[in-house]
């Protein structure tokens, strides 16, 4: 019986909720002026439909910003993440052959059959790493010009290879492939580029 009692408590002031705040909406209505509410000459149910129009938009953008911060995230803690293979470039002999070996299979031409998301790729990978280049000849003095190329080469491919926003900006192509070095993908493969020279 209490079990019961509570139940219609509950829902009794759900109901009670429902109605405030279906009468704040219809206050909002009626009181907002006619050049802020275009809605105003119109029927309460259009204003109200258009309400929550804007509130499903919002919570799809929401929701839209999360995914991309998310997938954001998760590459982000890919590029900056601990990379056993590069962090023992000096201990470890085999290093070096195997970054040389990354930076011959970026060279290579992956233009299969004139394919233009393969190009758009290319175009994506000259770019990031003419970047890591140019700033490892400033920040990369004391590295061999050797290390240099295949720590370059390396970073490329990380940025590039398995990569959801190079992929999209390769399949859209044009100011997308040209834009994609944004200033905040420039600091996350400068702080890696940075991490390697450090070691």
Not at 77 to 84: E, K, L, V
Not at 92 to 105: C, G, I, K, M, Y
Request: hydrophobic content about 45%; proline content about 1%; some cysteine.
């Amino acid at each position: 019986a209490a079990a019961t009692a509570r139940a219609a408590a509950a829902a009794q002031r759900s109901a009670l909720a429902a109605a405030e705040a279906d009468a704040a909406l219809r206050n909002a209505w009626s009181a907002g002026s006619t050049k802020k509410n275009a809605f105003k000459q119109k029927s309460f149910e259009e204003y109200e439909a258009h309400k929550k129009r804007k509130r499903e938009h919002k919570k799809r953008e929401k929701e839209r910003r999360e995914r991309e911060d998310a997938a954001e995230a998760a590459e982000d803690a890919r590029m900056t993440g601990a990379d056993a293979s590069v962090g023992g470039v000096d201990a470890d002999a085999n290093v070096t052959a195997r970054l040389h070996a990354s930076a011959a299979a970026l060279e290579m031409d992956v233009d299969a059959a004139g394919d233009p998301h393969a190009s758009a790729l290319r175009e994506i990978r000259k770019q990031v790493l003419k970047f890591a280049h140019a700033h490892l000849q400033k920040m990369g003095k004391k590295m061999a010009k050797e290390k240099r190329d295949a720590v370059a080469a390396k970073t490329a491919a990380k940025v590039c290879e398995n990569s959801t926003s190079a992929e999209a900006a390769a399949a859209e192509g044009g100011d997308a492939v040209a834009n994609f070095l944004t200033q905040q993908r420039k600091s996350k493969i400068k702080k890696m580029l940075d991490a390697y020279v450090a070691r």
